[in-house]
């Protein structure tokens, strides 16, 4: 012991091996010693270890009470990571030492490692106790620390971890031991923050700082670390950017590579809030590479998540669904719990999200195994399912599963969660018309939110909209008014829209019309401020499904005044506002500079977003503090109050921006307008498809809006939006594959769609006109109107030209930046080598021209390429392989030779293009009917995207084309393309088409549409 004391006075002076064995085999070794001795061994080299280890063999062959020698090989052992053999010694360490603290310390290391959450508990419980028989303050506190972090990270148990750790830090205060009082609280900041106790935690974050300074500068960038994501949490996203920058600093120029990894998957997390996806992207493979070079498992499994999160977000759910299994595999390995469930989680979340119903059951299957006995966290699993179903519109699954979560809470359980799953319950059957059944359900509300303002505004929401739903329309109102009186502050941002329009409801069918516009327009306002705010995709598809029934119910309310074009100027509003904020995009993009006031606003944009997704998963939460904790206090009611903090400064910033004529502000055009876009020959005919609410009935209301420049006509049409879209369906099915050409199968469908759609609206149509703009709704979208035909066998292409725009804001936003010239021509050819009519009819075409073009065929097709040189040229013709993909239309590409070009990547092309055209596969679809996404205009396909990047115009298809078939076509469509436009060049060669029997049926020519400017 002497000589071990001197070496520790003298590290640099090396404790002779000899002794050091000598050492290890003296009989008054404890296991305190042995342990010093393995990490100075260690330190050494592996022979050391090994002579080691051959003396405790040795030793305890010969004695088997000798505690130091079992508790040598087992620490040697864990140093192996051999874990059986390892708990073999230093099990039999304890029988032989029970009150010796050291062996429950590493028994303990190992059952955290090999997620025993159960033995963990146990062995450093003993452990504890151990050391305060032995009076041994600092290896007390050493393993009390270590129980809080196990009960934080293995089992979850978050309220028990923070008393630990108070524990702990009141004992290293006693002992004045400023290193383990930084390390605990440390670990009490993260329990805070897991706790949602933001502010508490970065205030012990604070005091660890102070610690950490002194005692532990090395380690100073796991404060920094956990800081900058308490920060981002609390929606401080600069500060929290810096602050994360800064751990990433500190923990490089101190070479501690744990927290650097840590610390970059954490911004790597800021950056994907933020919306800042590529930043995020590289940040996380470089945190992963790092992670993997250390063998730093929890790591692994946060990059994993993180890049899996952005996959996911991208619509590339393969890759993401790699990524989280990838993570999950780690997850299993250490069996941490908390990752594993999370994991699960998420891929069953994502496969919700693709409508994969059979993988998202086998998913939260699985989370549900591995949640274990806790009945508050198994109802809360069930009643994210049921909200999920409820949201795509299967309502008999959704309430399978929230009564499954109130058979889990019981009478007596979480009283939040109960609420949620009633209410969720009651919507659920408001919808499903089981009134008798909702008003019981919400009964049982009322006793629940007695105390609780925020939980009375949402069961009066509820029980205004169930009197509303049964037209009991002065009892809804009155609820309505009440819910809407809990102050702002108590309300989701969400929630104000859908409380004035069901008050528009009731005021209208009242009588009470001024009350009522009053009421539509400040819902609209306030739908319209909040849109701005969403930013996944799914919630986009939602946004359209949930809200624009807001505009089209206010729509309904003015036409029965006979206010059609204020009706008209409505619908508008509510069309195709994706595709219309891209244009605004690449507009504000080319116009502004890099102002101070630029950069606050797309700052605080950001934020809006981050804060909107926090709300909207708080939403689904249980809520984590404790029942009595005020208001003012929990996670929700904060990011609300900084919600409406930004917004307003996001406004004020908007408003310089604008007076300084610095920022392009997006307003839907007026009827007045729309006559004066269109020449005399030209009538644009809006559909609208939808369904009122009326006397808790729903009511189709399919209707036309025809508009040309004398005037605007409402023509009511005798059909329904369910009806037209299985019509759609059918007919396409019997056109766009070819089989059975040339038969006439398909004609009474044809005939039929004439009838409902088309037929009703030509006495509104003056003699002259000899274009028309279609402006789809819903199924129509996917519609080849072209190919519709009267009672006579007339095609409709036959009497007009024709071209669909997705709604007049964007014709008229195209039709401004039409360079109405076609001198030059970029054509791309067959990139992956598999379509050689592709490369003839881009051959044909380039003979034919007579302007400036070029050609990229095969190898040269690349995106490099087509970036570099499109921008140059007035006509792109892609003669290519595209793909629709169903499952998440944003990610839909064409096939060039270095890879897809992915509608993201399209979008940021800046072109100054007369017409693109898409001579490939399903190039025109973007979401619906042949989605497995809901219907909706905010889907952003191929074609959409090409508007975006610059073009007036794109020509794209409805269906799988075959080359051989779609080569002539093009080439004659460039042989007729001049003054009178592109949509007159394709009707005329439609009709050519036409007028060859072996080409009349429409699967040869029915495909292609102008979307756009047909000019």
Not at 541 to 562: C, I, W
Not at 637 to 648: A, G, H, N, Q, V
Request: hydrophobic share 40%.
């Amino acid at each position: 012991y002497q000589q071990v004391a001197l070496h520790q006075l003298d590290p640099e002076a090396d404790l002779d091996a000899a002794d050091g064995l000598a050492l290890a085999g003296h009989p008054a070794l404890d296991p305190t010693l042995a342990r010093w001795l393995v990490d100075e061994a260690g330190r050494a080299h592996e022979a050391g270890r090994e002579a080691l280890a051959a003396v405790w063999q040795t030793r305890l062959a010969s004695d088997s009470t000798a505690a130091a020698a079992a508790f040598g090989l087992g620490y040697l052992a864990v140093q192996q990571r051999d874990w059986a053999a390892a708990e073999r010694y230093l099990v039999q360490a304890t029988r032989i030492r029970p009150d010796d603290p050291e062996a429950y310390r590493e028994l303990g290391r190992i059952y955290y490692l090999t997620g025993r959450p159960d033995r963990f508990e146990a062995a450093l419980t003993d452990g504890i106790r151990a050391a305060e028989a032995q009076f041994d303050l600092k290896k007390e506190l050493i393993l009390r620390g270590n129980l809080g972090w196990g009960l934080m990270q293995r089992s979850g148990r978050l309220d028990q971890a923070a008393q630990v750790f108070e524990e702990a830090i009141a004992q290293s205060r006693m002992l004045a031991d400023g290193e383990t009082e930084g390390i605990n609280l440390y670990r009490l900041a993260l329990v805070r923050y897991r706790q949602f106790r933001y502010q508490d935690a970065l205030d012990l974050l604070d005091r660890a700082d102070e610690h950490y300074a002194v005692h532990l500068p090395q380690r100073r960038s796991d404060v920094l670390a956990l800081r900058g994501t308490v920060l981002g949490d609390m929606v401080r996203l600069e500060e929290a950017e810096r602050t994360l920058r800064a751990a990433i600093e500190d923990a490089r120029a101190q070479g501690h590579a744990s927290a650097h990894v840590n610390a970059s998957i954490a911004l790597a997390q800021l950056q994907y809030r933020m919306g800042r996806y590529e930043a995020a992207d590289a940040t996380a493979r470089q945190a992963l590479a790092r992670a993997e070079t250390y063998d730093m498992v929890d790591a692994v499994i946060g990059a994993h998540m993180v890049l899996g999160d952005l996959a996911a977000r991208h619509g590339d759910f393969r890759e993401a669904e790699q990524h989280y299994r990838a993570g999950l595999e780690q997850a299993e390995k250490t069996k941490s719990d908390s990752r594993i469930r999370e994991l699960y989680r998420r891929l069953g979340r994502m496969a919700l999200t693709t409508h994969d119903a059979r993988r998202a059951q086998f998913y939260y299957e699985k989370l549900l195994e591995t949640t274990g006995p806790d009945q508050g966290e198994r109802a809360e699993i069930y009643l994210g399912l049921g909200d999920t179903y409820a949201r795509f519109g299967n309502r008999d699954k959704a309430r399978q599963y929230y009564d499954q979560a109130l058979t889990h809470l019981g009478e007596g359980g979480n009283r939040h969660l109960r609420v949620n799953a009633l209410l969720a319950r009651a919507w659920v059957e408001i919808e499903g018309a089981d009134y008798e059944t909702a008003a019981a359900t919400l009964q049982a509300v009322r006793p629940l939110v007695a105390d609780d303002a925020g939980g009375r505004s949402r069961l009066e929401a509820a029980l205004g909209n169930l009197y509303l739903a049964q037209g009991r329309y002065g009892e809804a109102l009155r609820h309505l008014r009440r819910a809407a009186a809990v102050p702002v502050q108590m309300q989701r941002p969400a929630t104000r829209w859908h409380l004035l329009h069901g008050q528009a409801l009731a005021y209208w069918h009242l009588g009470q019309r001024a009350a009522a516009e009053e009421a539509f327009l400040e819902a609209i306002r306030g739908i319209e401020s909040l849109r701005s705010t969403l930013d996944a995709a799914e919630d986009r598809a939602f946004f359209v499904q949930n809200k624009t029934r807001v505009f089209d119910n206010y729509a309904a309310f003015l036409e029965e005044q006979g206010r059609l074009e204020e009706a008209l100027y409505y619908t508008e509003r509510a069309r195709s506002r994706s595709l219309v904020d891209l244009l605004y995009t690449t507009q504000r993009g080319r116009e502004l500079d890099a102002t101070r006031l630029t950069d606050q606003a797309i700052e605080m944009d950001r934020r809006l977003r981050a804060l909107a997704q926090e709300l909207r998963w708080t939403a689904l939460e249980p809520a984590s503090e404790a029942e009595d904790a005020p208001e003012a206090t929990t996670r929700a009611s904060y990011l609300r109050r900084e919600y409406e903090r930004t917004d307003s400064l996001y406004r004020q910033v908007s408003l310089r921006l604008r007076d300084a004529e610095r920022m392009y502000v997006f307003d839907p055009i007026v009827p007045d307008s729309v006559q004066a876009l269109l020449r005399p020959d030209e009538a644009m005919i809006v559909y609208n498809l939808h369904t009122l609410e009326r006397g808790g009935r729903p009511e189709p209301r399919s209707l036309a809006y025809i508009v040309h420049a004398d005037g605007v006509h409402l023509q009511r049409l005798e059909v329904d939006d369910e009806t037209v879209r299985e019509a759609v369906r059918f007919f396409r099915s019997q056109i766009s594959t070819g089989e059975g050409t040339p038969g006439t199968g398909w004609q009474p469908t044809a005939r039929r769609l004439y009838a409902d759609l088309v037929a009703p609206l030509l006495p509104a149509l003056p003699p002259g006109i000899r274009h028309l703009h279609l402006v789809p709704e819903g199924a129509l979208h996917y519609l080849p109107f072209a190919a519709l035909q009267d009672e006579q066998g007339r095609f409709l292409v036959e009497r007009f030209s024709l071209s669909v725009v997705p709604s007049a804001t964007v014709l008229a936003l195209s039709r401004r930046r039409n360079p109405r010239r076609w001198r030059s021509m970029l054509l791309v050819a067959d990139p992956a080598g598999r379509l050689p009519g592709a490369r003839q009819e881009v051959r044909a075409i380039a003979a034919r021209a007579t302007s400036r073009r070029i050609v990229l065929e095969g190898a040269r097709a690349t995106q490099a390429n087509l970036e570099e040189r499109a921008p140059a040229y007035d006509i792109l013709h892609l003669a290519t392989h595209g793909q629709f993909v169903s499952q998440a239309p944003w990610r839909s590409y064409l096939e060039l030779a270095d890879g897809p070009f992915h509608v993201d990547e399209i979008g940021r092309l800046r072109l100054d293009a007369y017409l693109v055209t898409l001579s490939a596969c399903e190039t025109a679809l973007s979401g619906g009917l042949l989605s497995d996404i809901p219907d909706g205009d905010e889907w952003i396909g191929l074609n959409q995207a090409f508007l975006a990047a610059g073009t007036p115009t794109v020509m794209a298809s409805l269906w799988a084309i075959d080359d051989e078939v779609s080569s002539p076509l093009m080439i004659g469509f460039y042989d007729r393309l001049g003054p009178e436009g592109k949509a007159h060049a394709l009707a005329t060669m439609q009709r050519r088409f036409i007028q060859d029997p072996a080409t009349r049926h429409p699967f040869y020519w029915a495909a292609f549409t102008v979307i756009g400017d047909p000019l």
